[in-house]
């Protein structure tokens, strides 16, 4: 990677309490990034202060190196997702890289959207390519966001029926019609369909949340052997490697359901609700994998597992559960920015 973006968490009807503890939760995760690799941390005018203070305070506490700089830059969001509002990159065959502005809908537009404005979500693409130099694909109107999506970086792609088909996204397309926008702007060879993401996934189950490359033709899947779970029958039908869910569900308490201001038109939160919580959507850095832990008795084999499949690479558990209230997790906040590979190759003769 050249870097990673994320943006910094402010809105009131995802973030509780004024995000205070998502956003240490995210200082946790720049932080961690930053020891192998630069971190783009986008942010309100008024919020990159503030961000800063609070990076460089899990920095001091938690004992990071931070080896890498964090780059501050000012851009207007309407949320935090960076992996399905930023730039998703692509490099061709003679290594040039460039982003890809996919139409952003809030996950459903009007028809199940999860807010009424995404204007700003949906210029977050291109305006950090122009300021970082890269080319852009602008991909409009389709519909799509990075978490909806996984690659192996040699032609295989995964997605899930359940989110690239929903109602809410390209109706007017047909799942063939969709498979060569697909060929077309990703360079997809095979395309496979899973049924099913993670039970209760609002974004209509992202495969981010479910199954993940850990190398070209290995796949890891979120897994749960209870035949009660409403995650049993989903994962059964995506079956491929074993990873295991969180043994008890993560469910919104009336404390944080307190914490959260909603807006007119936005998707409202219940007390008791199952989050859609997985160890599949962890990160891949340069030198490290950063894992999603709940405080759960499946958090230590997880780190096991997921960890065992990254020979060399640090192993970084991060406490996910800020982030997980607010909708998404480490994989959702977190977008890289490959480097090219003509600059890889003027490195080593250099």
Request: charged share 25%.
């Amino acid at each position: 990677h050249k870097g990673t973006i994320l943006i910094w968490p402010k809105r009131p009807g995802s973030w509780i309490y004024g995000a205070k503890k998502a956003r240490e939760a995210f200082a946790n995760v720049i932080c961690a990034i930053a020891e192998s690799e630069q971190v783009y941390l986008l942010a309100e005018a008024n919020l990159i202060d503030h961000a800063r203070e609070t990076v460089e305070a899990v920095r001091k506490e938690k004992g990071y190196t931070c080896d890498f700089p964090v780059h501050y830059m000012q851009m207007e969001s309407d949320d935090a997702w960076a992996r399905d509002v930023g730039p998703t990159f692509v490099i061709n065959g003679t290594g040039d890289v460039r982003g890809i502005d996919w139409c952003f809908n809030a996950w459903g537009g009007e028809f199940d959207g999860l807010y009424a404005d995404w204007e700003k979500d949906d210029k977050v693409a291109t305006l950090f390519c122009r300021q970082t130099g890269n080319d852009v694909y602008d991909a409009h109107p389709f519909v799509l966001e990075g978490g909806a999506i996984h690659t192996d970086g040699e032609g295989t792609v995964i997605v899930t029926e359940s989110c690239l088909l929903s109602k809410g996204r390209n109706p007017s397309l047909s799942k063939e019609e969709i498979e060569r926008k697909l060929e077309d702007y990703l360079g997809a060879k095979k395309i496979i369909w899973i049924p099913s993401g993670i039970y209760n996934d609002e974004t209509n189950e992202h495969v981010d949340n479910v199954c993940a490359f850990t190398a070209p033709g290995h796949v890891v899947l979120a897994w749960t052997d209870d035949e009660n779970d409403p995650q049993y029958r989903m994962s059964h039908a995506d079956f491929a490697v074993l990873v295991p869910i969180p043994k008890e569900p993560v469910c919104i308490t009336e404390y944080e359901l307190a914490g959260f201001s909603f807006e007119d038109g936005e998707d409202e939160r219940e007390a008791g609700e199952r989050l859609a919580a997985s160890y599949v959507n962890f990160y891949i850095t340069n030198g490290g994998v950063l894992i999603p832990q709940f405080g759960d008795a499946m958090d230590q084999q997880a780190l096991e597992i997921i960890g065992g499949l990254f020979p060399g690479r640090k192993v970084y558990p991060i406490f996910a559960r800020d982030i997980i209230v607010g909708g998404g997790n480490i994989h959702c906040i977190t977008q890289q920015v490959p480097i090219s590979y003509k600059l890889q190759t003027e490195r080593s003769e250099s």
